[in-house]
């Protein structure tokens, strides 16, 4: 992916809260959280929980998922262009796919 994935915070304030005219303020106390973390979301500065997902995806009717794969997205294109350090533990893999074939039958 050559292109930066839309942020679930650029998520958050573009197509939920300027829509419902929503402060983060206002979400924040619609959802009991600190306000902070809201902000932090907003601007890219912390990654959406797996809880904070369930609490965005009821206040929305969305589902968990979507607020987590957007963070999943933003998460694998920060890593993008970053070497490991792991080698592989596969040295010949059309051997290793053969191989697994052939336990199946």
Known sequence: MNRKPTSPGE????????PLDMTQKNLADHIDCDYK????????????????ATKLAAAFDTTPDFWLN???AMDLWSLRGKKTK????????????????????
């Open 37 to 52: 973390v809201i902000n932090r979301i907003a601007n890219e500065r912390a990654a959406v929980t797996p809880e904070m």
């Open 70 to 72: 957007a963070q999943m």
């Open 86 to 105: 792991i080698r592989s533990l596969i040295r010949n893999k059309t051997h290793f796919r053969k191989k697994r074939l052939s336990s199946k039958a």
């Open 11 to 18: 998520i958050l304030i573009e197509e939920f809260l300027k």
